[in-house]
């Protein structure tokens, strides 16, 4: 067998590895109820996901009556996670095919490793509670190195690529976090149609979209490394 382009392959979170729109969803509608905003549907929930809670958050707000003060959205934003945290894994699944897809990458000698927005604490929470975290050399979250140093900024991506061992990686992800980010390191990047693409999804900008997990591993194969 051709040995495999990619020494590392990084996978953002939500959106991408996992549908946790419907765990994510009602800890914002928690959220927006407490100020008496009305609930968002799901189907709009998907499109705030991608920059973590904060902006999460303010997105509803803003599509719901507007902003509110420094003080209540830091009330709010607590509420949030405290909801979120309480009920992390409750309908939260891979997406069909990951598990697989995994497997397959790991043993073609492939690195895998988690870069994603949400907060490093309930990143871990999740993937532990469905079992994955044995899976990769390294999660990093939005707040890891720092807020301003969440995706688009490379600084997790390139952090995780050294926690790897170093070599030839590329991106999975879902939105415009994800594909700016993989540019700002250097890596080609894999768009998923099924995430939470915060435009649409044609203009994501990847390297090649792929419908279905099943289709990555020949996808990857068909890159070459930056
Ligand atoms: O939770 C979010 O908003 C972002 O998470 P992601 O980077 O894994 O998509
Ligand atoms: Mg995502």
Same mark, same amino acid.
């Given at each position: 067998?051709?040995?495999?382009?990619?020494?590392?392959?990084?996978?953002?979170?939500?959106?991408? #590895?996992?549908?946790?729109?419907?765990?994510?969803?009602?800890? !914002?509608?928690?959220?927006?109820?407490?100020?008496?905003?009305?609930?968002? $549907?799901?189907?709009?929930?998907?499109?705030? !996901?991608?920059?973590?809670?904060?902006?999460?958050?303010?997105?509803?707000?803003?599509?719901?009556?507007?902003?509110?003060?420094?003080?209540?959205?830091?009330?709010?934003?607590?509420? #949030?996670?405290?909801?979120?945290?309480?009920? !992390?894994?409750?309908?939260?699944?891979?997406? $069909?095919?990951?598990?697989?897809?995994?497997?397959?990458?790991?043993?073609?000698?492939?690195?895998?490793?988690?870069?994603?927005?949400?907060?490093?604490?309930?990143?871990?929470?999740?993937?532990?509670?469905?079992?994955?975290?044995?899976?990769?050399?390294?999660?990093?979250?939005?707040?890891?190195?720092?807020?301003?140093?969440?995706?688009?900024?490379?600084?997790?991506?390139?952090?995780?690529?050294?926690?790897?061992?170093?070599?030839?990686?590329?991106?999975?992800?879902?939105?415009?976090?994800?594909?700016?980010?993989?540019?700002?390191?250097?890596?080609?990047?894999?768009? *998923?149609? *099924?995430? *939470?693409?915060?435009?649409?999804?044609?203009?994501?900008?990847?390297?090649?979209?792929?419908?279905?997990?099943?289709?990555?591993?020949?996808?990857?194969?068909?890159?070459?490394?930056?």
């Amino acid at each position: 067998m051709a040995k495999f382009p990619f020494d590392i392959v990084l996978f953002d979170l939500d959106g991408t #590895l996992v549908d946790s729109n419907l765990d994510l969803g009602p800890a !914002i509608n928690h959220a927006l109820a407490l100020e008496g905003r009305e609930q968002l $549907p799901l189907s709009q929930v998907r499109q705030l !996901i991608g920059g973590g809670a904060v902006p999460m958050l303010e997105r509803g707000l803003e599509q719901t009556g507007g902003a509110v003060s420094k003080e209540r959205f830091e009330e709010l934003s607590n509420a #949030l996670l405290e909801h979120y945290w309480a009920h !992390i894994a409750d309908n939260t699944v891979p997406f $069909p095919g990951v598990l697989n897809a995994l497997d397959v990458l790991a043993d073609r000698g492939c690195k895998l490793a988690v870069c994603t927005n949400k907060a490093e604490k309930p990143a871990r929470q999740l993937i532990e509670a469905l079992g994955m975290t044995d899976r990769f050399c390294a999660i990093h979250g939005g707040d890891t190195f720092g807020r301003e140093k969440a995706k688009p900024a490379p600084d997790m991506l390139l952090a995780a690529i050294k926690d790897c061992g170093g070599g030839a990686a590329a991106m999975v992800g879902d939105s415009t976090f994800d594909v700016r980010a993989a540019r700002n390191a250097g890596c080609p990047v894999v768009t *998923y149609r *099924y995430g *939470y693409n915060d435009v649409p999804v044609g203009e994501l900008g990847g390297d090649a979209m792929i419908d279905h997990f099943d289709e990555l591993v020949g996808t990857l194969e068909g890159l070459s490394p930056a």
